[in-house]
Nanobody
Framework: QGQVQESGGGSVQAGESLRLSCTIS?????????VGWFRQVLGKEREGVAA????????SYADSVKGRFTISQDDAKMTVYLQMNTLKPEDTAMYYC?????????????????WGQGTQVTVSS
């Protein structure tokens, strides 16, 4: 079992909502890293969706999800959430959670050292 585990994916209709969870089993990683959500469609590059620092690094979002997605944290559960509202078919992807040393380059997937296995989100029109 890895140190980062995603859950909460599923199949929904356009306009509906989902909440993804990223649970981190290492207290050191949770408290000292930034956590990012990425998504990937087969054949395309992994895209940064949102990120935050659990110790105060500000939240960041991709333009494509601003106003619809919200990243948040629950320190007691060592979990970072991605609330996804007003989902669109183009949001369909495998969603991954990952942790890294905080950086302004949060969208750069190669900077993340701890990855989960992913959770599938499918949005139908």
């Amino acid at each position: 079992q890895g140190q980062v585990q995603e859950s909460g994916g599923g199949s929904v209709q356009a306009g509906e909502s989902l909440r993804l969870s990223c649970t981190i089993s290492s207290g050191y990683i949770y408290s000292s890293r930034c956590v990012g959500w990425f998504r990937q469609v087969l054949g395309k590059e992994r895209e940064g969706v949102a990120a935050l620092g659990t110790s105060g690094w500000p939240s960041s979002y991709a333009d494509s999800v601003k106003g619809r997605f919200t990243i948040s944290q629950d320190d007691a559960k060592m979990t970072v959430y991605l609330q996804m509202n007003t989902l669109k078919p183009e949001d369909t992807a495998m969603y991954y959670c990952a942790a890294r040393v905080c950086s302004n380059n949060w969208r750069l997937a190669s900077g993340y050292t701890n990855w989960g296995q992913g959770t599938q989100v499918t949005v139908s029109s």
